[in-house]
């Protein structure tokens, strides 16, 4: 949640990339934005309620904003409305420090009370322009010193950005629980909530870990930890291409997402497959490990969270131990039961969610090894775990989650497989053959985004419905809650994802002829079940589309008003095939009603508050 970026270079370059960079950010919030240079010894700010393009017209018009160094924000609210006076920067009392923030600071009413006392005043509702003014009531000439006690009482999560008019060669950064990379230039330098803002300019960048500060100026970086001692900078090469970060010929990054699928699923597959044999990179665990477990706990937010509510079937068939899924905002707050023999998987698109990361530590503090299956290498979830297995999607800029998901789903799938495989639990010939159907999944995605266009007739019939519900049984249930969450996500509509079996105890009375259904059938064992489900809401009124395999067609009659076939596949796997339609569903459903796709109102990609 919000983006922030800053640049010191020598050529006054710094509006320029303030707001390419902000652009690259959007997705992390986008109810204000703003920026704070240095120009002429003072501090100026232009800050905006509104999309990025408000401040971009007004600096479209302003020409004394040249500058070297400078700050800017794109915000999420979290402390107060979305307005002008909470956007960031905030500036201090004297004028002399500009702030940018992301995280909460937990603390900031004390601080706040504590500071009025001393003569200070709060223009926003924010917690943010309290670090300022703390800064601005601690400072004595000295920045970085400044700092370092300001970090002893900020409580909280924090991403920060701070220029001072003293310093008008140096951008000072700060990280703590919340992301913050560096990107490091020729005679210039820069920092950004994330990878994306920077890589137009460089792909030296180095990850700021966790209690650190950095210190920039145009041609040189220094990094130090809260305690004052100076730490070592780790520059990485990001190989990945610009490409992957931008929206090329696709009208949204959603669509563009939804259609890579293929392609990523085949990296995060093959080089973990050879032959027969699954290597989950340097991952080992021994019989014995994987015997003494109690159960395994999987835990996330989201969509990431649903992936582990399907993994939940298909691990304790397979592997045959008690697997939990549990969201992390609740794992977190609720002294799970987690134990040395309990093994924990984190499951987490930006390795960055607060809720994630905090359900982390609690597992390790409990004694737990914590597995991650993470698509952003290097991230805070990743570094953190004692086993991380890295999904291959690519950088997703949608705030709906596609590729990421179906990823992730796909590791997952290698991961119980692996362990059943050394556990026992599973024969060679059901083993083989998964493993050969695993292969399949890339080509029969793509089989089924060669016929989108027949999915957009659909969305077109039922764009306008607003009281949707998607039932299925056991795998097709957990699909479908993810189904029901990327069409609220995107476009507004009310949906709600229920078992199949248990409408008639109490939510078939919301059925009318005003409810379109979306029935999930795919598992062969319990086909005939859905159907009477489908007959029972049908017979109420509702309109039926139903989701289900190509050798069904011949038992469907005239159940359903549209059908949506995807390719065979064995049961387990069918929720990586029976989810691509459902995010098709809901593109073009959002796309119908012009809504903003790639961002959502309320949402942000990666939530970084708990
Ligand atoms: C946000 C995103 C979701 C995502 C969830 C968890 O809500 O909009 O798409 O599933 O965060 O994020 P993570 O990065 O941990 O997968």
């Not at 809401?537 to 067609?553: H, M, P, Y």
């Amino acid at each position: 949640m919000c983006g922030i970026v800053g640049y010191i270079g020598e050529n006054k370059k710094a509006v320029p990339f303030l707001l390419q960079g902000l652009e690259k950010l959007e997705y992390r919030g986008y109810d204000s934005s703003g920026i704070a240079v240095l120009n002429q010894n003072e501090i100026k700010i232009v800050k905006k309620q509104g999309r990025l393009k408000v401040i971009k017209d007004i600096l479209g018009s302003k020409d004394d904003l040249h500058s070297n160094l400078g700050i800017g924000h794109t915000r999420w609210a979290t402390h107060g409305d979305p307005s002008d006076v909470n956007a960031h920067p905030h500036l201090s009392k004297s004028g002399k420090i500009a702030v940018v923030h992301n995280g909460i600071i937990e603390n900031y009413i004390n601080l706040k009370k504590t500071l009025s006392k001393k003569g200070y005043e709060f223009k926003s509702d924010t917690d943010t322009e309290v670090v300022a003014q703390l800064l601005d009531s601690l400072y004595e000439g000295n920045m970085l010193g400044t700092i370092k006690k300001a970090t002893d009482l900020l409580e909280g999560s924090f991403a920060l950005g701070i220029i001072c008019t003293d310093y008008p060669d140096t951008l000072f950064a700060v990280k703590k629980d919340s992301p913050l990379i560096i990107g490091v230039g020729e005679d210039e330098n820069f920092i950004a909530s994330d990878i994306p803002a920077v890589l137009s300019k460089t792909r030296k960048i180095c990850r700021l870990k966790e209690k650190q500060i950095a210190v920039l100026t145009s041609k040189n970086i220094d990094i130090f930890d809260f305690s004052g001692g100076k730490a070592k900078m780790e520059i990485s090469e990001i190989n990945w291409n610009v490409d992957a970060a931008e929206k090329n010929n696709y009208d949204h990054f959603m669509i563009k997402e939804i259609m890579e699928q293929p392609k990523v699923l085949n990296d995060t597959i093959s080089p973990r497959l050879k032959d027969y044999s699954i290597k989950l990179d340097n991952l080992n665990f021994t019989e014995e490990y994987l015997k003494n477990l109690n159960k395994i706990s999987i835990v996330a937010c989201g969509s990431a969270y649903h992936v582990g509510c399907v993994a939940k079937y298909f691990m304790e068939e397979l592997i045959r131990k008690p697997v939990e899924v549990e969201l992390a905002s609740e794992f977190r707050y609720r002294s799970p039961i987690v134990d040395k023999n309990t093994l924990v998987i984190i499951i987490s698109q930006s390795g960055e969610t607060a809720d994630s990361l905090a359900a982390l530590r609690e597992a390790k503090k409990l004694g737990a090894r914590v597995l991650s299956v993470v698509n952003v290498v290097g991230s805070s979830i990743a570094n953190e775990s004692d086993d991380v297995l890295y999904t291959w999607a690519g950088p997703e800029i949608a705030v709906a989650t596609t590729k990421a998901y179906s990823t992730q789903l796909s590791l997952m799938y290698l991961i119980a497989l692996y362990i059943s495989k050394v556990l026992g639990t599973i024969t060679d010939e059901k083993y083989k053959n998964l493993i050969e159907n695993i292969k399949l999944l890339p080509e029969k995605i793509t089989g089924i985004l060669k016929k989108a266009s027949s999915t957009e007739e659909i969305a077109k019939k039922y764009y306008q419905t607003e009281k949707i519900f998607f039932i299925g049984r056991t795998l097709d249930y957990a699909v479908c809650m993810e189904g029901s969450l990327k069409l609220k996500e995107i476009s507004y509509i009310h949906s709600e994802a229920y078992a199949a079996g248990e409408l008639k105890h109490g939510t078939i009375s919301l059925i009318d002829n005003k409810t379109l259904v979306i029935a999930l059938a795919t598992q062969d064992k319990l086909f005939d079940k859905t159907i009477s489900n489908i007959r029972e809401v049908k017979s109420r009124g509702a309109t039926i589309l139903l989701i289900t395999t190509e050798d069904k067609a011949d038992k469907i009659s005239d159940i359903a008003d549209d059908v949506i076939y995807i390719p065979k596949i064995s049961n387990i796997l069918s929720p990586s095939l029976a989810v691509i339609p459902m995010q098709l569903l809901s593109y073009y459903i959002a796309k119908f009603r012009g809504c903003d796709i790639d961002k959502p109102r309320n949402l942000a990609k990666s939530v970084t508050v708990e």
